[in-house]
């Protein structure tokens, strides 16, 4: 099943070096010398992903932020307001509905 996946890290101080890999381990992305960065990428296999963050500043210590969203909870629904005109009660109930769609397509 294909589940979107996105993801930020921030970097206090250091440069840091980035590698995804999927369950087969090959490698998805590879991104280097950065501080900060919002990047996504769509699974195409079941399994565990494997990510691997690196400081490549010597003799640094440093604090990474992550955070990763994935299936449903990666969907921007402020675009799906802006594009049917939703108010913000009518914009609820339709991310209600389709996580009660989600969980019965699961169970079936």
Known sequence: MLKTVIYELM???GKLQLIIKD?????LHVRENFHSFK????????GYYELCVLN???GTKDR??????????AKDYSEVAKMKDLK???LDVLIYIISIKLRF????
């Open 11 to 13: 970097s206090s101080e």
């Open 23 to 27: 369950p087969n381990e090959k490698e």
């Open 39 to 46: 990047e996504s990428f769509t699974t195409f296999y079941g």
């Open 56 to 58: 490549k500043s010597e």
């Open 64 to 73: 990474v932020n992550f955070t990763m969203k994935s299936g449903i909870a």
């Open 88 to 90: 913000p009660i009518e």
């Open 105 to 108: 397509s699961f169970k079936n």
